[in-house]
């Protein structure tokens, strides 16, 4: 009896202090694995001299404000390897742990942001900026020159905040179309059905049912995650008309010289009636709207889909077409020029946008300890000769030597060792910080056009081919969304809600032409209720500043 | 030996002993609760400051002491916004459905499984039944979601071979199935893990009270409504004050997950998701936390009212 009550006590000592002493330490190291905050005076360049990359050893911390990024480590791939090893610098990766934006807000509010963010423009940049959390560039930009060179004075402006100073360096801006949006084409199915004309939406809806009927364990029209493709074909209705206008993201129609409700417009609604028809025939995806996207990449690879529609289809075409045409010289995919309504001029057809702004930006806070040193960097990354770097590895490898214009002269290797070369590629996608669109893509076609036609690779030769012919500038409609919390942001929450629910039943529930009308109709009037039209005077406003800042 | 003569001394002094002294006579158990107290403590009293930002204008930089007070202002904007009613419904409804169903699932669960004289058989059973528990909703919403898939989705396939539908029924995309798939889901994700605590409630049940009920001529079912039902009626009750309590937590994860589609939203949008989708995706901590401090002080309306009705039969928490 006294040994178990010894035993008892013993034990119970134990299992507290484990318990609490676990408690402590977890909490202890957590905290201390967070990014070193770094509160080292902020230099605000001026007068200083430049700094020279390489002269003395340069580590800052890297974020990447997306639930998906995890960046590769640093110096495990040959480019960075070479970075690390000739110019001295070392990126700390934060990770957003798949929760990026209460990663941001626990950074935020715990004062520990990291050196450099890497997020959308909009928004979460203004938020960082008001709080005066980043640094601006200003002072830099006559020291370093490769992003004043190659972005270009209208593309930086357009960048500025309200404050006329620039906070945000871009990542794949352009000066020239780019993107791969359109339509892609099995090519096997398309042979066997004797190549039909695929010109006007009629055609297409013919030869969907066409495959529905040949092909039952095809999907005759996929239309990609969340069902990007009816954005998408909103191109198809008229002419010189962007999706941009009547996705998520914008939902507002330009007419003169204001912005329109979405749900009033007759585009949109007659790309709705078409997919309403497609759906209830069965030639899309049942699941259009739930299925993941490795659903949709398996249909691709695999061949399962006739036609597949998407902002980028070359990214499952380009492995889809390899692997089929491995097994079959017949199989693979094609991309055809953008189907139009009839009537319309094909050339005035445009299923893909781009804005000179490209993707997203990088943004440096106050609190890294040279701030100007990691601009430096930043700048020689977007600068040819880290663009080769990054892109296709150290010199020697890939690319031996620059012609006069700065492009790589790549070696043999380069088409002979496809594989090695795509391996090295693929390590560095992420660590595409800040691409440089015009360096890139004209080196790349410049030397496609030297290779013999077996020779090119099948992405480029559609991007030269079509798509990058058929892509919009958008650059006007930039930075038109309010923040989150803003009065016109609590509206726009509404309105999103109320279109993405209205796009869905117009597709899936609706059971005739007047059904989609009907629930449009009532999406419109929901839509004023809750102030729609405030935000679209807003959008407007946004607009027309752009339009200024551009002079257009 | 000196332990025991440490107690008689203890004993000899009679008098009543204060509360320290009588927690000091314990320490051995204090100290075992002690970690639990701490926890509860530090996870669920200390962070309670934050419901303060429902009451701010909360901004991420500025923080508490920088944050302007406003007063209800976004407890109004909640009770004024279009989506309010809808969400409260919502959340009603579901909560409401889950109870109904999901409360006296596992209770029936256990009573079946109690009658059940193969040892093997049940265990077997059992075992089967509880283990949806540990698998994670990501998991259970992918199985439902290719079960009731339109393309080769199983029970379409079972319902076109028994010739009931002519075109496969795209489920997850239809409002008025919703709930059903939601709460079934659910029953069959906890109904086994729920149960154990019921079966261990039965096998409490002195078994001479079933000898003497079937001497008197008790069939099975009158045992069970008799004895069985009467004898673990305390368990279920302190059950059901708390699932009151928890009434307008309708769920999340499983809302979230199988609710994506957009369609769905006008049935499937409760409290908690909307919380999460004004909070955390759009950045409005204040109005967000207005909406999750409304939920819980009903949450504590509610479990206060339903422990006041279960005081009257006796068997109340507190």
Redesign the interface.
């Known amino acids: 009896m006294g040994n178990g009550k010894k035993a008892l006590r013993f034990g119970s000592v134990l299992l507290a202090l484990t318990l609490t002493l676990t408690g402590c330490t977890g909490g202890g190291s957590s905290g201390s694995g967070e990014a070193k905050g770094g509160s080292g005076t902020s230099a605000e360049g001026g007068g200083k001299d430049a700094y020279v990359l390489g002269e003395s050893p340069l580590e800052f911390s890297f974020y990447g404000h997306y639930d998906w990024y995890t960046m590769p480590n640093w110096g495990e791939d040959k480019a960075s390897e070479w970075i690390k090893a000739n110019k001295k610098v070392n990126v700390v990766p934060i990770s957003s742990g798949g929760q990026a934006k209460q990663k941001l807000s626990t950074m935020i509010v715990s004062g520990e942001l990291p050196d450099v963010m890497w997020m959308e423009r909009g928004a979460d940049v203004e938020t960082l900026r008001k709080a005066g959390a980043i640094v601006p560039f200003d002072d830099y930009l006559d020291k370093y020159p490769n992003l004043k060179k190659w972005a270009g004075e209208e593309t930086l402006d357009m960048l500025r905040s309200e404050d006329g100073k620039l906070y945000q360096f871009p990542n794949w801006y352009t000066t020239q179309p780019n993107g791969n949006a359109g339509y892609m084409v099995n090519k096997k199915i398309y042979n066997e059905l004797g190549k039909p004309s695929l010109e006007t939406t009629e055609d297409l809806y013919a030869y969907l049912k066409q495959v529905k009927e040949k092909y039952p364990d095809v999907v005759p029209l996929e239309v990609g995650q969340s069902a990007g493709a009816i954005d998408i074909m909103t191109s198809a209705f008229a002419e010189n008309r962007p999706y941009l206008y009547s996705s998520l993201s914008m939902m507002a129609v330009p007419s003169g010289d204001t912005l329109n409700s979405v749900f009033t417009d007759g585009v949109f609604r007659e790309t709705l009636v078409y997919f309403n028809q497609l759906y209830r025939d069965k030639l899309i995806s049942q699941d259009a709207f739930t299925q993941p996207l490795e659903q949709v990449e398996q249909k691709i690879i695999t061949g399962k889909a006739a036609v597949y529609v998407a902002s980028s289809p070359t990214e499952f075409g380009a492995i889809g077409n390899s692997l089929l045409s491995e097994e079959d010289p017949e199989a693979g995919y094609i991309m055809v020029w953008p189907v139009h309504k009839e009537g319309l001029d094909k050339n005035k057809i445009f299923p893909g946008t781009y804005n000179q702004l490209g993707w997203n930006v990088s943004v440096i806070s106050k609190t890294a300890k040279d701030p100007e040193a990691i601009f430096a960097f930043l700048d020689w990354l977007t600068g040819p000769e880290g663009q080769r770097i990054s892109m296709w590895g150290p010199e020697g490898l890939y690319w031996d030597g620059v012609d006069e214009e700065e492009a790589p002269l790549f070696t043999e290797a380069f088409t002979a060792d496809t594989k090695g070369r795509d391996e090295l590629m693929n390590s560095t996608v992420n660590l595409q910080w800040v691409g440089n669109t015009v360096y890139v893509d004209n080196s790349k076609m410049k030397f496609e056009a030297t290779l013999p036609e077996e020779k090119k690779s099948w992405e480029t030769k559609w991007q030269s081919e079509i798509t990058w012919k058929t892509q919009y500038d958008t650059t006007e409609f930039v930075n038109l969304s309010p923040a989150g919390d803003s009065a016109e942001g609590i509206i726009a929450q509404s309105v999103g809600e109320i279109y993405e629910k209205a796009k869905a039943q117009a597709i899936l529930n609706a059971g005739s032409e007047a059904d989609v009308l009907a629930i449009m109709d009532q999406a419109e009037k929901d839509a004023q209720q809750v102030g729609y039209a405030k935000l679209l005077e807003y959008k407007t406003q946004k607009w027309k500043e752009n339009l200024a800042k551009l002079g257009r | ?4 003569t440490h107690r008689i001394s203890v004993e000899k002094q009679k008098a009543k002993p204060s509360l320290f002294k009588r927690i000091g006579r314990q320490w ?2 204090q ?2 609760v ?2 639990a107290l ?2 509860i403590l ?1 996870f669920s009293y200390i962070p309670m400051y934050g419901v303060l930002m429902a009451f701010q204008d909360y ?3 500025d ?1 508490f002491s920088g944050s302007p007070w406003v007063g209800f202002k976004h407890f109004e904007m909640f009770f004024g916004a ?2 309010f009613w809808t969400v409260i419904r919502n959340t009603i409804v579901i909560s409401l459905l889950k109870l109904l169903i999901g409360f006296p699932a596992p209770i029936l669960l256990a009573l079946m499984l109690n009658e059940v004289k193969h040892r093997m058989f049940k265990k077997v059973v059992q075992t089967i039944s509880y283990l949806p528990h540990f698998l994670s909703w990501v998991i259970v919403s992918g199985f439902v ?1 290719s079960m009731l ?3 080769n989705g199983s029970v379409n396939m079972l319902l076109q071979s028994l010739n009931l539908v002519k075109e ?1 029924i ?1 489920f ?3 409002p008025e199935y919703f709930w059903t798939i939601l709460v079934t889901t659910g029953v069959w994700k906890e109904i086994g893990f729920a149960s154990i605590v019921y079966l261990a409630a039965i096998a409490g049940v002195d078994p001479s009270m079933h000898e003497a009920a079937a001497m008197d001529g008790a069939g099975k079912l009158r045992q069970i409504f008799s004895i069985t039902l009467p004898s673990i009626m305390p368990v279920v009750i302190v059950f059901l004050i708390l699932a009151i309590g928890n009434l307008l937590s309708a769920g999340f994860e499983d809302i979230l997950l199988l609710g ?4 769905l ?2 049935v499937g949008d409760v409290l908690d998701t909307y919380v999460y989708r ?1 909070g ?5 901590y204040s109005y967000a936390t207005a909406a999750g401090l409304f939920k819980s002080l009903l949450g504590v309306l509610l479990l206060v009212g339903a422990n006041y009705a279960a005081r009257r039969s006796g068997n109340s928490l507190w």
Do not use: A, K
């Open positions: 030996m000196q332990n025991t051995d158990l100290l075992m002690l970690p701490l926890f530090v901004s991420l930089f923080g279009p989506e979601m898939s339109t393309e496969p795209n997850l995309s239809l994506s589609n957009p369609v939203r006008d004004t955390i995706q759009n950045n409005r």
